[in-house]
């Protein structure tokens, strides 16, 4: 973690070195001497951070690094806070003075560090015996002993130690005999200690496999194997398998050699070689080609914990990839209680416990075993022992030597990643236990803690879903909701895993957790999150190095000068979302650091100008679900500004079901022209000046507009058309009767994936159908004279389609082989509706379909029976005459059509909400609304941009 303070202050470094900040008399040379120090260490510390758990002496040399760092990068913003207090303060003497003092401590502040620096620099030379090549290999093999010990346990389990096993090795089996004849890869992923090196040992020795195979091998790969290791370790199995003599001289063999003994080994023979826990892709890249594709049915199989890496070795092959998943419910359990309790059942006083600790688990097998081995050594009789457990699992992990072999399979994920990513993932201990991360919000979030770097050709935004995807792909994070266009929505950590990296984010002073008051805090408080209460009696603590302060479930609200009376200056993030908030944040306006700023879903009803207008480093700035409904015109002066998420969801009634409120903006909105987001903004006002600004912003990606008015359309389209990086687009008329007029748009944004459109349309606009990357396509109020499917069923990435009195024809026809990538359909107030038909393979991928307030349509759509995908269909306020069609206790002359799809609900609107019945559970007379409701429920589908 230490190579990642100093890359992130050597990246924050790069600016001063470009000219783009200038510095005071006696600070250059000691930012030049600082740049050059944290060089000759970095190099130092790739190693130094991954053996210093095992070093004491290493670790405190690591920490002071870390300490020095972080006070650099303090200085350095406290540097350019004199600097622009200097350029602002104009002619007062007072205040010229006071800046003057200020440059000459910082001059000497650095001066300090910098001698300090040179003097733990020179101390690393104490070191070098211990990293030289035969010691690091040593260490490593050292620190990583437990882990591999147990591993090798795991290969020696009996059937009869394992759970859960049974179905996923009869797929494995089946993928490794059967099939085509040339060579295949089989990869095994997932999390660490989930399972996968126990479940292709198991595979590996049954009886079947071995038959079927005549050369078999298997090669356990660690983090830090070399090449030539690999190949020879390889060889000689291969060599011991067959009986044959291992070839004189392969212990001096280079890797081409080797390859050569090995292909030739096995060109004529149907082999099976399995690769265990390959880390980087260079591992396989480098053994695939000594291994022959002879068209013997051989196979390859590969355990790994990167997916990217699974997927990658198995399509040159064509080869299958084994996600493996969580134990089952009752497969945990019995795991558990056979490790707890020896074989017995678990005391009816324990269960609750237990299955609270189970639930941390989350069906990771290596947890279950770690922890269970723990509670056999309690005494059942002392409930509180295993009370204890539940509120301290954290601490438990940390001092238990028991479960040193667990936390040290999940530090290998941790320390195996590059430093740019160490940040990103620790960051993730500020949010609460099973708490959803919101993706745009923690990508945002990265942004404004400088964790992102900038790369040439890529946004921000980019780079950070570039780093998310990376650790979604070592199963770092669980991805929790999709979108139904498939983007990832939310994401949550692993229970025990969050508990792992608090504890290294503790150690580490990445981030002080705080969930109640009396909660000790550390000495220097960089990043604070608080969980639940505010830790106002110890507002006599320094928070002056604090960067980021966010909330989780505060009841209260206490201003922040009151919280934190001696300053935090240096505030980056200020993240007040859920919090019981009226006012605006009058303190934030001395906070010039300050990047991102969030006030959603407080009660908050304006934003004051003059305050608003000095943040001029502010990035994110979130209103959603606040009672703001105008911005001043300060707000321009942010030219950094990249997202302004300004609206609220309307759900007064079913009228107003999809409806968002927006607000006003300034009139010369295009002078913000980093923005990438605003959402939503309305059109008329000031002669709809606004609509023309649209156009500067050259940067949006999401952009939503309400209150367009139909004499405004020309003057919009040419705006849009000049926003070619626009992935989403939202456009609303000023009523259900007002027209919006889009025909003038010749040349759509190329990249748009999400269009909504409330309003009539004269026509559908004619280069919808050119829109190739759109997946989500809403049109509400359009009252079309024609039928639009038309002219959407040849959109090649369509997957969501929702119409909302969109067409007057009593017909629609989902023509054969049309709408091939369709995955949701909803149809909702079509008035002269009388008969909705589905051709054959038409909508093959449809999994949902929703239909409503469709009043003349009196049966189920003809030939819904070929929609084999689908798994839920919902009717919302319609006929009981259709109703009565499907039900099963009535004539029911179209419930056999329906049989196959898994989820068939009648939900109504009542009260301000859904009441949902499902299909097996209507009335003997066949009436939904008097059957059982399985539950209530707001309005499912929301239009977001």
């Known amino acids: 973690m230490a190579e990642s303070a100093v890359g992130f202050l050597l990246q924050r470094l790069a600016p001063v070195f470009e000219n783009k900040v200038k510095l005071f008399t006696g600070v250059q040379a000691e930012v030049i001497y600082l740049k050059g120090q944290l060089e000759l260490i970095r190099a130092f510390l790739r190693v130094a951070d991954a053996l210093e758990e095992s070093d004491e002496e290493l670790k405190v040399w690591v920490k002071q690094v870390r300490d020095v760092v972080h006070e650099a990068e303090d200085l350095l913003d406290e540097l350019e806070l004199v600097q622009v207090h200097n350029l602002t303060n104009g002619f007062s003497i007072y205040l010229r003075i006071r800046n003057m003092k200020a440059r000459y401590r910082i001059a000497h502040d650095l001066k300090s560090i910098n001698s300090r620096l040179k003097a733990i620099s020179s101390s690393r030379k104490r070191f070098l015996s211990k990293l030289d090549s035969s010691s690091v290999a040593s260490s490593s093999i050292n620190t990583g002993n437990a882990w591999h010990d147990q591993r090798g346990d795991a290969l020696l389990l009996d059937n009869t130690d394992l759970v859960g096993i049974d179905r996923p090795k009869k797929q494995v089996i089946g993928w490794l005999i059967n099939g085509c004849p040339g060579r295949k890869v089989i990869s095994v992923t997932g999390m660490g200690g989930i399972?996968?090196?126990?479940?292709?040992?198991?595979?590996?020795?049954?009886?079947?496999?071995?038959?079927?195979?005549?050369?078999?091998?298997?090669?356990?790969?660690?983090?830090?194997c070399k090449i030539e290791e690999l190949l020879k370790d390889l060889a000689k199995k291969l060599f011991s398998e067959i009986r044959r003599p291992i070839p004189e001289g392969m212990e001096s063999m280079c890797s081409d050699k080797l390859k050569m003994i090995i292909k030739d080994l096995l060109q004529k023979k149907r082999y099976l070689v399995v690769f265990d826990d390959v880390w980087h892709m260079y591992e396989w890249e480098a053994v695939k080609y000594a291994l022959p594709n002879n068209n013997c049915s051989s196979r390859i199989m590969i355990t790994t914990r990167r997916s990217d890496l699974a997927f990658t070795s198995t399509i040159e092959s064509n080869g299958k990839v084994y996600n493996l998943q969580p134990l089952k419910q009752d497969e945990a359990w019995d795991l558990f209680c056979r490790n707890t309790f020896q074989?017995?059942?678990?005391?009816?006083?324990?269960?609750?416990?237990?299955?609270?600790?189970?639930?941390?688990?989350?069906?990771?097998?290596?947890?279950?075993?770690?922890?269970?081995?723990?509670?056999?050594?309690?005494?059942?009789?002392?409930?509180?022992?295993?009370?204890?457990?539940?509120?301290?699992?954290?601490?438990?992990?940390q001092g238990n030597g028991k479960l040193d072999n667990f936390k040290t399979v999940l530090n290998l994920s941790f320390?195996?990643?590059?430093?740019?990513?160490?940040?990103?993932?620790?960051?993730?201990?500020?949010?609460?236990?099973?708490?959803?991360?919101?993706?745009?919000?923690?990508?945002?979030?990265?942004?404004?803690?400088?964790?992102?770097?900038?790369?040439?050709?890529?946004?921000?935004?980019d780079v950070a879903h570039d780093y998310l995807k990376e650790l979604l792909n070592r199963n770092l994070i669980q991805v929790a909701g999709t979108t139904t266009d498939g983007r990832v929505k939310t994401l949550r950590v692993h229970d025990l895993l969050r508990e792992i990296i608090i504890l290294k984010s503790k150690?580490?002073?990445?981030?002080?957790?705080?969930?109640?008051?009396?909660?000790?805090?550390?000495?220097?408080?960089?990043?604070?999150?608080?969980?639940?209460?505010?830790?106002?009696?110890?507002?006599?603590?320094?928070?002056?190095?604090?960067?980021?302060?966010?909330?989780?479930?505060?009841g209260e609200y206490v201003p922040l000068g009151k919280l934190f009376p001696s300053g935090f200056k240096l505030l980056s993030v200020l993240d007040y979302q859920d919090a019981p908030l009226k006012k605006f944040p009058l303190a934030v306006i001395d906070l010039y650091h300050l990047r991102y700023l969030s006030l959603r879903n407080t009660k908050v009803k304006t934003v004051p100008g003059h305050i608003i207008g000095k943040l001029h480093n502010l990035e994110t700035f979130d209103l959603k679900k606040t009672s703001v409904r105008e911005l001043p015109v300060d707000i321009l002066k942010l030219q950094k500004l990249r997202h302004l998420l300004v609206y609220q969801l309307?759900?007064?009634?079913?009228?107003?079901?999809?409806?968002?409120?927006?607000?006003?903006?300034?009139?010369?909105i295009g002078k913000l022209k980093s923005l990438q987001k605003l959402c939503f903004v309305e059109a008329n006002q000031d002669c709809g000046m606004i609509i023309r600004q649209l156009g500067?912003?050259?940067?949006?990606?999401?952009?939503?507009?309400?209150?367009?008015?139909?004499?405004?359309?020309?003057?919009?389209?040419?705006?849009?058309?000049?926003?070619?990086?626009?992935?989403?687009?939202?456009?609303a008329s000023e009523g259900e009767s007002k027209v919006i007029d889009l025909t003038f748009l010749c040349?759509?944004?190329?990249?748009?994936?999400?269009?909504?459109?409330?309003?009539?349309?004269q026509e559908l606009p004619s280069w919808i159908q050119s829109l190739h990357s759109l997946a989500r396509l809403f049109l509400k109020w359009s009252c079309l004279r024609y039928d639009p499917l038309v002219y959407l069923q040849d959109l090649p990435n369509l997957a969501h389609l929702e119409l909302l009195k969109v067409y007057d024809g009593d017909t629609l026809h989902?023509?054969?082989?049309?709408?091939?990538?369709?995955?949701v359909l909803g149809l909702d107030k079509f008035d002269g509706l009388e008969e909705v038909t589905v051709g054959k393979d038409a909508m093959n991928c449809l999994e949902k379909l929703s239909i409503g307030r469709c009043e003349l349509l009196k049966k189920v759509p003809s030939g819904i029976e070929n929609l084999t995908k689908l798994k839920v269909l919902e009717f919302f306020d319609m006929p009981d005459e259709l109703m009565k069609t499907i039900c099963p206790h009535g004539p029911g002359k179209d419930y056999c059509k329906v049989l196959h799809i898994p989820d068939v609900y009648s939900t109504y609107w009542r009260d301000g909400g859904w009441d949902v019945y499902a299909l097996d559970t209507f009335s003997r007379d066949c009436s939904p609304r008097s059957g059982t409701l399985i539950r209530s429920h707001e309005p499912r589908i929301q239009w977001k941009v």
Request: aromatic share 10%; charged share 25%.
């Open 747 to 761: 040349s759509p944004p190329p990249f748009l994936q999400r269009l909504y459109l409330s309003g009539r349309l």
């Open 195 to 224: 399972g996968k090196t126990t479940l292709v040992k198991k595979v590996y020795d049954d009886p079947d496999v071995k038959k079927h195979f005549k050369a078999c091998a298997w090669v356990t790969v660690s983090q830090s």
């Open 696 to 731: 500067e912003l050259s940067q949006l990606r999401r952009l939503g507009i309400l209150k367009l008015r139909e004499e405004d359309g020309m003057a919009f389209c040419l705006s849009i058309e000049r926003l070619t990086n626009l992935h989403a687009l939202s456009v």
């Open 507 to 554: 150690d580490q002073n990445f981030a002080s957790i705080v969930k109640e008051q009396s909660a000790a805090w550390p000495e220097k408080i960089r990043r604070l999150s608080v969980h639940g209460t505010l830790p106002y009696r110890q507002q006599h603590r320094s928070v002056s190095q604090l960067r980021s302060f966010l909330m989780f479930g505060v």
């Open 415 to 461: 320390n195996d990643l590059p430093y740019h990513l160490k940040y990103c993932f620790l960051y993730l201990s500020v949010f609460p236990q099973d708490y959803l991360i919101q993706r745009m919000r923690l990508i945002r979030l990265w942004i404004a803690e400088g964790f992102i770097e900038a790369k040439e050709g890529k946004t921000k935004e």
């Open 650 to 668: 309307k759900f007064k009634g079913y009228a107003q079901f999809h409806s968002k409120d927006g607000l006003k903006a300034p009139s010369e």
């Open 814 to 823: 989902f023509r054969s082989g049309k709408f091939k990538k369709l995955k």
């Open 343 to 397: 074989g017995d059942s678990c005391p009816s006083y324990l269960i609750d416990i237990c299955k609270y600790i189970l639930r941390k688990c989350e069906g990771l097998p290596l947890a279950i075993v770690a922890i269970s081995g723990v509670l056999a050594t309690k005494d059942k009789r002392r409930i509180d022992e295993w009370g204890m457990i539940c509120h301290s699992l954290g601490a438990e992990i």
